[in-house]
């Protein structure tokens, strides 16, 4: 399986962007994929999760209400849209492939994971 994350880039504080990730390989419409971040000097964190239907969603307490996880199963793609971002959303962020339907918390069940896709916040 092969993830390739992109849609990352510069923008200012209060702007948006929409990160995808297209899967090759597989088809992934049966399972858990994910987004996680890891900013400089700091450990990779869970961003969102999206259970194999699109439901089962769970956010980390600080992107909720501000970003938002989909998926396309069609397009074998899992979209990340983040808005009303922060300098501290400064990071790279990587998706990645859970081996359950619906992931459970953390890092936990995450077998394949893409390249990352840069995204820089100024303030």
């Known amino acids: 399986v092969q993830l390739q994350a992109s849609g990352g880039g510069v923008v200012q504080a209060g702007g948006s962007l929409r990160l995808s990730c297209a899967a090759s390989?597989?088809?992934?419409?049966?399972?858990?994929m994910g987004w996680f971040r890891q900013a400089p000097g700091k450990e990779r964190e869970f961003v969102a999760a999206?259970?194999?239907?699109?439901?089962?969603?769970r956010y980390a307490d600080s992107v909720k209400g501000r970003f938002t996880i989909s998926r396309d199963n069609a397009m074998n793609t899992v979209y990340l849209q983040m808005d009303k971002l922060k300098p501290e959303d400064t990071a790279v962020y990587y998706c990645?492939?859970?081996?359950?339907?619906?992931?459970?918390?953390?890092?936990?069940?995450?077998?394949?994971w893409g390249q990352g896709t840069l995204v820089t916040v100024s303030s």
């Open positions: 390989g597989r088809i992934v419409s049966s399972y858990g």
């Open positions: 999206i259970g194999w239907s699109g439901g089962n969603i």
């Open positions: 990645a492939l859970n081996s359950r339907p619906v992931p459970g918390p953390g890092k936990f069940g995450y077998d394949y």
